[in-house]
């Protein structure tokens, strides 16, 4: 296990830096330049190219490379070109939305779809398992913002029960209005993410009732339903587990576009925000943050699966 362990961690920096250098070249061969951007049109280009030299912009890129990279290993993601911030406090104050939308959106789908997929699979060649079936598979063909936009129509417009946009000024210092406004934006996300992950649960729980050990169960008294509950059920859940940590990518793209749509101050919104201003040193760190928050979750999800799973530590 420590050497399994020990291995996953060398893969987890070794993406880390690939993706370092992938978000560093990508930024660097955007179209557009950030000197003539904040010295204003009609600047010279002697202006132009003090602020360059000022910025550093004018060094070698691997020279960049390797100040922004000794900069992480300190902690420190640089300060923002535009507003002069330190990245590390914007994006530390910016999760503070995102990070519990996140948690509250990937909790929802699993509410949803664990036990409606195990349900359908169970109910399979029946009315109502058809109707889960193809609800799951009409939802997850949705548009995460048509979605949103139709909760907010119906529990905002029509209800008036939850707010259509925005994040208390107070944030979690007034806990039960922050919760209120991220109801709704992680319904959204759950719902689409949700379908997705019942129809895997469904496929998943069909295969398990159709294992030896399963119908072994069955035979020696049990009914097939409860077979499937004692000896068919964990097996599906180390499969879920797996395409969760593969659903947290899918979370965070949702957030990005759900935080525009309902005017949340969370990173997504701040990323799409400083690529139109190519703040270049935020939407490095902010790109770097999303992915390395990412690979942490398979990394954790690859240990959970190798604990809880016997049959891969008698593999290795």
Known sequence: MIRYTLTRLALLLLGLLVASVLIFVTLRVLPGDIAHLIAGVGSSPEQQDAIRERLGLDRPLPAQYLDWIGGLLRGDLGTSLLTGTRVVDELAQKAEVTVPLGILSLLIAVV??????????????????????????????????????????????????????????????????????????????????????????????????????????????????????????????????????????????????????????????????????????????????LTGFVLIVGFVVDLLHRVIDPRQREAS
């Open 112 to 289: 949803i779809s664990v036990p409606l997929g195990v349900l359908s699979a169970m109910r399979r060649g029946r009315a109502d398992g058809t109707a889960l079936s193809v609800g799951a598979q009409a939802l997850a063909a949705v548009p995460v913002v048509w979605a949103g936009m139709m909760l907010v129509v119906v529990f905002a417009v029509w209800l008036g029960w939850l707010p259509a946009q925005g994040f208390p000024r107070a944030g979690w210092n007034d806990p039960a209005a922050a919760l209120r406004s991220l109801i709704l934006p992680a319904l959204t996300i759950g719902i689409v993410e949700g379908a997705m992950l019942l129809r895997f649960v469904r496929s998943a729980t069909l295969q398990a009732v159709g294992q030896d050990f399963v119908r072994t169960a069955a035979a020696k008294g049990l009914t097939r339903d409860q077979a499937l509950v004692r000896h068919g059920l964990p097996v599906v859940g180390l499969s879920v587990i797996t395409v969760l940590g593969l659903q947290v990518a899918g979370i965070i793209v949702g957030a990005v576009v759900i935080e525009q749509l309902f005017s949340l101050p969370g990173i997504g919104r701040m990323l799409v925000a400083d690529v139109a201003a190519r703040d270049l040193p935020k939407v490095q760190g902010e790109l770097l943050a």
